[in-house]
């Protein structure tokens, strides 16, 4: 009888008679090391679109890239410097991935409501934004421009303010509420572009462009860069009201520089910048608060507030004062 053969009990068997079985043919035992990326092939974010990244190399070939597992739970955004693997050589149906994110100098981000504490950054290392706001059709709205230039100061961008529609509305009276800040503004119309200014401030630098739906965003693009094509939607004329042409955001190379062309929005949510933030977005807040007492909110009922003195005697704009305090109860981040 062969020891195969033989009735076993437990009592009978050791450590030693335990089959192992080996590794299957070119399996390899898992390590916590991760390949050296840092030295491979590089390139920009142009666009975003279900998970594949329109990018250009350093050696100016446009490719496709999907994000390496690792990375997906942080993701990119458009102008983010990356490092690449796989196939780059742009040819059709050539796939790359995303191995690498260089860090960003900064990042422009909102939330799509205030309170919302999911954030999403829309563009990555940039140096200026663009506010277009109409004159008329739709209404300018002063509170969405009070978020946007937050928003600027928050991320270290120099704002620009662009008034469209100048023939259909006089924006003087708008653009009045705006003067407390170091901001550049351009008036435009249909009979009277005027974006000579514009070209010379966009020369050698990213710059995002925002604004809501119906604005002429889009038109001012295809203006500044014919090439780029951009779709454009239908205004209607009494209501100004139009549906979004700008489905996702999109980098074009203009000037030097890059034009970030974003999807027209109706809301900015401001979750991420607390009330200090917010402040430090007034420019002209910021500095006469220099004199309020320590700890002092700077809402209304704050006592010895000096903002509501200087507001008073005409040092500062009561309707800036009274945009900073919406902002900080709408976002109920006061400390």
């Known amino acids: 009888m062969s020891w195969f053969d033989r009735d ?5 068997l050791d450590e030693d008679d335990v089959r192992i079985r080996p590794n299957p043919k070119g399996s390899r035992p898992r390590t916590k090391r991760r390949p050296d ?16 990244y329109r990018i250009l190399t350093d050696e100016g070939k ?24 796989g ?14 994110i260089e860090p960003r100098r900064n990042t422009l981000s909102r939330s799509a409501e205030d309170g919302d504490v999911q954030e999403q950054t829309i563009v990555a290392n940039a140096d200026q934004l663009v506010v277009v706001m109409a004159a008329a059709n739709p209404e300018p709205r002063s509170r969405l421009v009070d978020r946007y230039l937050v ?5 270290g961008l120099k704002p620009i303010l662009v008034m469209t529609k100048c023939d259909l509305a006089d ?11 170091d901001l550049e503004i351009i008036k435009t119309s249909e009979d009277n572009p005027n974006l000579e200014d514009l070209r010379q401030l966009l020369a050698d630098k990213t710059t995002v462009f925002v604004g809501h739906s119906g604005v002429g965003k889009t038109t001012i693009i295809n203006q500044l860069v014919p090439g780029a094509i951009r779709a454009t939607g239908v205004v209607n004329k009494v209501t100004g009201r139009g549906r979004h042409t700008s489905s996702s955001a999109h980098a074009i190379r203009a000037y030097g520089g890059w034009i970030v062309d974003t999807p027209g929005i109706r809301s900015f949510g401001l979750s991420a910048i607390d009330s200090d933030g917010l402040l430090r977005g007034f420019e002209d807040l910021n500095l006469a608060s220099q004199q309020c007492p320590r700890g002092c909110s700077h809402l209304s009922n704050s006592p010895d507030c000096k903002l509501d003195e200087k507001a008073a005697a005409g040092e500062i704009s009561p309707l800036r004062l009274d945009s900073f305090r919406r902002l900080v109860d709408s976002i109920g981040q006061l400390d």
């Open 8 to 12: 076993l009990t437990p009592e009978d």
């Open 37 to 52: 990326f840092s030295n491979a092939p590089a390139g920009m974010v142009l666009e975003v679109h279900l998970a594949r």
């Open 62 to 85: 446009e490719i496709t890239a999907t994000l390496a597992k690792e990375l997906r739970k942080d993701g990119c955004v458009i102008c983010d410097r990356v490092r690449l693997d």
């Open 151 to 155: 928003a600027a100061f928050h991320a």
């Open 87 to 100: 196939d780059i050589s742009g040819e059709t149906g050539a796939l790359a991935r995303i191995v690498g």
């Open 171 to 181: 924006p003087t009276e708008f653009i009045e509420s705006f003067l407390g800040f």
